[in-house]
């Protein structure tokens, strides 16, 4: 059980938008540590795809967005793509822990 | 072009020993931190230890303290995991992965992933 909660699955059709959780506590994302966002296609290795809470590196499409409030953080999908279909990782550090990174426990995305 | 290769990876018995090697490239290795990231079989991502640039830091998710250690030599420009007392839970994919020096207030992303290398543990 990881220390940040992200539902298991989501799901949405061509050009719709939906949205990830990720929910933590008060020693971590609560705690004012910023979120940061991981696309990982099938096969492939994860991908940088939100760092900062809500900033995009280069090359990710504006239809991606993340942000944060209080104990959680969300990532929004609009215009869905086919190729959108993945899985998504929330990542954030956690006071608590001996360890101070943590990542959430994914999201499977199918585009229907 | 940044990239990451790791090798090492193959089959051990419970209780053997392994190392990996993530071999760097078109980047200053000697500036940034570096991960290991595991994720066994269908299952999500674990951050499994980290090292600062200099080796000064470093941390381990408890899951691995004691048994894994991490090293780099920035001469060769590659990071290591050296794994003992392996377990069949450590069966994973193991990625090395830079730190993102985004300049936030907290720890920073990963912003480069090697492809992986499968550890499988297994009598």
């Known amino acids: 059980q990881s220390v940040l909660t992200q539902p298991p699955s989501v799901s949405g059709a061509p050009g719709q938008r939906v949205t990830i959780s990720c929910t933590g506590s008060?020693?971590?994302?609560?705690?004012?540590?910023?979120v940061h966002w991981y696309q990982q296609l099938p096969g492939t290795a994860p991908k940088l795809l939100i760092y900062g809470n809500s900033n995009r590196p280069s090359g990710v499409p504006d239809r991606f967005s993340g942000s944060k409030s209080g104990t959680s953080a969300s990532l929004a999908i609009t215009g869905l793509q086919a190729e959108d279909e993945a899985d998504y990782y929330c990542?954030?550090?956690?006071?608590?822990?001996?360890?101070?990174?943590?990542f959430g426990g994914g999201t499977k995305l199918t585009v229907l | 072009e940044v990239q990451l290769v790791e090798s090492g990876g193959g089959l051990v018995k419970p209780g053997g020993s392994l190392r990996l090697s993530c071999a760097a490239s078109g980047f200053t290795f000697s500036s940034y931190s570096m991960n290991w990231v595991r994720q066994a079989p269908g299952k999500g991502l674990e951050w499994v230890s980290s090292i600062s640039s200099s080796s000064s830091y470093i941390y381990y998710a408890d899951s691995v303290k004691g048994r894994f250690t991490i090293s780099r030599d920035n001469a060769k420009n590659s990071l290591y995991l050296q794994m003992n007392s392996l377990r069949a839970e450590d069966t994973a994919v193991y990625y090395c992965?830079?730190?993102?020096?985004?300049?936030?207030?907290?720890?920073?992303?990963?912003?480069?992933w090697g492809q992986g290398t499968l550890v499988t543990v297994s009598s």
């Open positions: 990542q954030s550090y956690d006071s608590s822990l001996s360890g101070p990174w943590v």
């Open positions: 992965a830079r730190d993102d020096d985004y300049g936030g207030n907290s720890p920073p992303p990963f912003d480069y």
């Open positions: 008060s020693s971590n994302i609560g705690a004012g540590y910023d």
